[in-house]
Nanobody, 122 residues
């Protein structure tokens, strides 16, 4: 089993940066693919980025390519999402998730954090 706790959200102006962290506990973390998803008010949860269990493979939604970077440190049991050049449309609750593959589908992830809020002002 994996427990996940996100942090690093907040209020930032458009063009600014934030780094989200997801601290994991549980013996299977290092063998889990990790993903970041987000959900804006009134919208469905959408894929943002994913990283393979070893960290060598990464995937991004088209809307964040070139601006966001996902990474992981298995020794620290932590996954990061560096977000640069933030836009108002990036405003959402951000969730990290653990699963068996680096999928874009929420249903492929078994464990979820409680989320951290990101608000980008124009």
């Amino acid at each position: 089993q994996v427990q996940l706790v996100e942090s690093g959200g907040g209020l930032v102006q458009a063009g600014g940066s934030l780094r989200l962290s997801c601290a994991a506990s549980g013996r299977t973390f290092s063998k889990s693919a990790m993903g970041w998803f987000r959900q804006a008010p009134g919208k469905e949860r959408e894929f943002v980025a994913a990283v393979s269990w070893g960290g060598s493979l990464t995937y991004y939604a088209d809307s964040v390519k070139g601006r966001f970077t996902i990474s992981r440190d298995n020794a620290k049991r932590t996954v990061y999402l560096q977000m640069n050049n933030l836009k108002p449309e990036d405003t959402a609750d951000y969730y990290c998730a653990a699963g068996t593959s680096s999928s874009t589908r929420p249903s492929d992830y078994n464990y979820w954090g409680q989320g951290t809020q990101v608000t980008v002002s124009s």
